[in-house]
């Protein structure tokens, strides 16, 4: 979950920036960010609704997303981007935090937009009822920022030309699924307990990677090393899913044991 604090009687100003001091703040600040992948679907029937950007600094399939303001909680911050990026008035309590990332970006929007542009993301997951989603497609995405949007598949994601950035918060909503099922088993067989343990330490082992460096360039993306060379793209096997080994990492089962045991001890002390 996210966490926000506020101290004393903060009053949020509403000021608009021109595009020059917009430009120049860009140059001094990190602008926080909530962003959201929306879902439909359970196992093997998940979806992730991305839109394709065609404005910097992300122009190619993205999070659904932007700016917060002053005061939001990151999860309403989240709340009004879906809301004005798709028109779904969603309560906040219905958003799931995944995880906070850093993004550091060569191109932005405003001019020297050579400048860059630098954001703290908050991501959450928004699962939708089948009419909410139903009703979503290319069609509601401002054709002025967005060439495309798509329903993508968790595994077509992973193991597709995606952004890293991306990739990495697909992988986190899967371990925060894992999680919640490991929740909704707690008390009960242990071998359910320890099958779900198992699928939830998998993926919160799954990264390739904490922080890398990459560059896109004729609508791929190209991973670059400390000497600016580039590298092959980082893998490590997806767990639970179709295609990859059900569980490809080291020790696995020997620390998801441990996790069943401390949940259960942890549930049972409560």
Not at 42 to 49: D, M, Q, T, V
Not at 209 to 218: G, S
Not at 247 to 268: E, H, N, P
Request: glycine fraction near 8%.
């Amino acid at each position: 979950m996210s966490y926000h604090f506020v101290t004393g009687d903060f009053q949020p100003q509403k000021v608009f920036l021109p595009d020059k001091e917009y430009g120049l703040a860009l140059d001094a600040l990190v602008k926080g960010c909530a962003d959201v992948l929306l879902t439909r679907g359970e196992g093997a029937s998940l979806r992730i609704l991305l839109g394709k950007r065609k404005v910097e600094p992300q122009p190619d399939w993205w999070f659904v997303g932007g700016r917060t303001r002053p005061g939001d909680t990151p999860a309403e911050g989240a709340a009004r981007n879906v809301k004005r990026e798709l028109g779904l008035a969603i309560e906040t309590r219905r958003f799931v935090h995944v995880n906070t990332y850093s993004f550091v970006w060569n191109y932005r929007q405003q001019a020297p937009s050579t400048n860059g542009t630098a954001d703290a993301s908050t991501v959450f997951e928004l699962p939708l009822t089948q009419a909410e989603a139903d009703g979503l497609g290319p069609a509601k995405f401002d054709k002025n920022e967005y060439a495309d949007a798509a329903w993508v598949g968790p595994l077509d994601i992973l193991e597709g030309d995606y952004h890293p950035a991306l990739q990495q918060a697909v992988r986190d909503l899967l371990a925060q699924r894992a999680y919640r099922d490991l929740r909704n088993v707690a008390g009960g067989p242990p071998a359910a307990v320890a099958r779900c343990a198992r699928r939830f330490v998998a993926w919160k082992e799954a990264a390739p990677l904490r922080a890398c460096k990459v560059r896109f360039v004729d609508g791929s993306y190209q991973f670059v090393g400390t000497d600016g060379a580039r590298v092959p793209r980082p893998t490590k096997a997806a767990p639970g899913l179709t295609r990859p080994p059900l569980f490809a990492l080291r020790d696995v089962a020997f620390y998801a044991s441990i996790a069943a045991v401390a949940f259960m001890a942890g549930r049972r002390s409560k």
